[in-house]
């Protein structure tokens, strides 16, 4: 028999009985269209957090003293604006070297005390974050020699304090001191509390807080380099240069962002790759479907197949045209499936913010026919292979 002749059969066999196909190959569609939305969502959110990661500069170098919770870490361990001076001098890759000292603090609003991170910031503090200023302006260079007090603060807090009005040369009270505010800022990318920077948070000249602390101690130091490419070198040069500035006691934990950008693509491909065995779970479930179908099928058709082959249809035609049969429900379910799995995330797009786009793999589509139809032949063949070694006597006989 040829080719065609054993399709249609197949074909035919399979309209014969559509809701038991279309039933059978639910599971099917269910695990394509998983297997695309499944790398969508993990490419989609990876590509998010890996943006959200560099925004905040995957070119920095920050470095902060280790602190003992059991004692007092003595003065000259704690970094200072001599090292920041030093890295400036020193560091050949280094193109912006900034540092601040955080503080907690409470603000006065409407008779009641508020918390709010208080950060003193040095020069250049703006370029390594990125800060953009919403209103007003931000310190100049007056302002940093003068010890002025004005102050920036979040877009959040300024909200809450002052509400619809204009905030910038307004007066912002914390503990004893009264701040005049000159702008209102925000992070150029969102860093969830990531940053020193939170959500309500005020930002005043170090030479304000080096004033009234009497010391000139940074929480951080941080460094910028021309690109990332440098960050490795400047890594080690920081850590060597505060070492040689301080006593051989104290620790030092100079980090970067190609760390954390590392970490977050191997737990993004970890998640993703969760996932996917997941998804092949339950194409496995489903291939079992198809196969206790396909088997039920194989019973009930033993006449028809015994006449088949007592007009001499050939144990090959016989194995092809069953095996067909599993192939046609598991790549119609494959297609049905892969449609829906591309179409959700489409649909999705127009109801997401212009800058996040949701892409669409096109190996998970082909991986997912692929495995859809490989489930299918698989699980399809051992009802096939029983059909096909069916004798003719005994196959008429069957009731």
């Not at 704690?78 to 070297?97: H, R």
């Not at 969830?192 to 080096?210: A, R, T, W």
């Not at 649909?347 to 669409?360: A, E, F, K």
């Not at 082909?366 to 032949?377: E, Y």
């Amino acid at each position: 028999m040829h080719i065609r002749e054993v399709m249609t059969v197949a074909v035919d066999a399979l309209r014969a009985n559509k809701l038991r196909a279309v039933l059978t190959s639910i599971g099917v569609i269910i695990g394509s269209a998983s297997i695309v939305l499944v790398v969508t969502v993990a490419l989609t959110s990876q590509k998010y957090v890996i943006s959200q990661i560099e925004a905040m500069g995957s070119n920095l170098v920050w470095v902060e003293m280790v602190k003992t919770p059991e004692k007092a870490q003595p003065l000259s361990y704690e970094i200072n604006m001599d090292d920041l001076e030093a890295a400036k001098a020193q560091l050949p890759d280094a193109l912006v070297v900034a540092g601040f000292k955080d503080l907690p603090m409470a603000v006065v609003v409407g008779g009641r005390t508020r918390p709010v991170q208080l950060i003193g910031v040095t020069v250049g503090y703006q370029q390594i974050r990125r800060l953009i200023i919403l209103r007003g302006r931000y310190f100049d260079a007056a302002d940093m020699e003068a010890r002025s007090k004005v102050s920036l603060i979040t877009k959040a807090l300024a909200d809450r304090v002052f509400g619809v009005e204009n905030p910038v040369g307004r007066q912002l009270r914390m503990g004893e001191l009264t701040f005049t505010v000159v702008g209102v800022f925000k992070e150029r990318a969102e860093t969830y509390g990531f940053s020193e920077l939170q959500k309500e948070s005020v930002i005043i000249p170090f030479s304000l807080i080096k004033y009234y602390t009497g010391t000139d101690v940074l929480s951080t130091l941080q460094v910028q380099t021309p690109g990332s490419e440098h960050v490795a070198v400047v890594e080690k040069q920081l850590g060597r240069l505060l070492k040689s500035r301080h006593p051989a006691a104290a620790e030092y934990n100079v980090q970067t962002l190609t760390a954390v950008l590392s970490r977050a693509k191997t737990i993004s491909l970890a998640l993703r790759i969760v996932l996917i065995v997941i998804v092949f779970i339950a194409l496995l479930i489903s291939g079992i479907g198809i196969m206790n179908i396909m088997l039920v099928t194989v019973k009930e058709r033993t006449r028809e197949i015994g006449i088949r082959k007592a007009i001499g249809a050939a144990r090959d035609e016989i194995m092809w045209q069953f095996l067909i049969e599993a192939f046609l429900i598991s790549g119609g379910g494959a297609v049905i499936g892969i449609l829906i799995g591309v179409g959700i995330p489409v649909i999705v797009q127009q109801l997401l913010p212009g800058n996040l786009r949701v892409p669409i793999s096109g190996m998970s589509v082909i991986l997912a026919f692929l495995v859809s139809c490989s489930t299918g032949l698989f699980f399809g063949w051992l009802p096939a292979r029983q059909a096909a070694a069916l004798e003719p006597v005994e196959s008429l006989r069957y009731e």
